[in-house]
């Protein structure tokens, strides 16, 4: 049994910062890729980062050079700052992490709940 749980949304001003936690817990062998999206009323999801186990991150147009995905593999924990936020950055902010369980000889996605993030103008 995997778990994933985010933390960390809330309301932000525009050109405020919100930081964005993403834990996985339970029957754990490996954690590959941990990636963000998030969806906005009327709207489809939207992939937000990833990274991977070495590091590598990838990002939406729309969020380079204001957010940063960063992990700490050794706690299954990943992070998402949200710098110079944006009225069009809320929405529900959801984590993926792409994990080996314990027992399962293939890796399979796990996903948080969810986290509101309201960016005010």
């Known amino acids: 049994q995997v778990q994933v749980v985010e933390s960390g949304g809330g309301l932000a001003q525009a050109g405020g910062s919100l930081r964005l936690s993403c834990a996985a817990s339970g029957s754990i062998v490996s954690m590959n890729v941990m990636a963000w999206y998030r969806q906005a009323p009327g709207k489809e999801r939207e992939l937000v980062a990833t990274i991977s186990t070495d590091g590598t991150t990838n990002y939406a147009n729309s969020v380079k050079g204001r957010f940063t995905i960063s992990r700490e593999n050794d706690k299954n924990t990943g992070y998402l700052q949200m710098n110079s936020l944006k009225p069009e950055d809320t929405a529900v902010y959801s984590c993926?992490?792409?994990?080996?369980?314990?027992?399962?000889?293939?890796?399979?996605?796990?996903w948080g709940q969810g986290t509101q993030v309201t960016v005010s103008s």
């Open positions: 993926k992490a792409r994990v080996q369980a314990r027992g399962r000889w293939r890796v399979d996605d796990y």
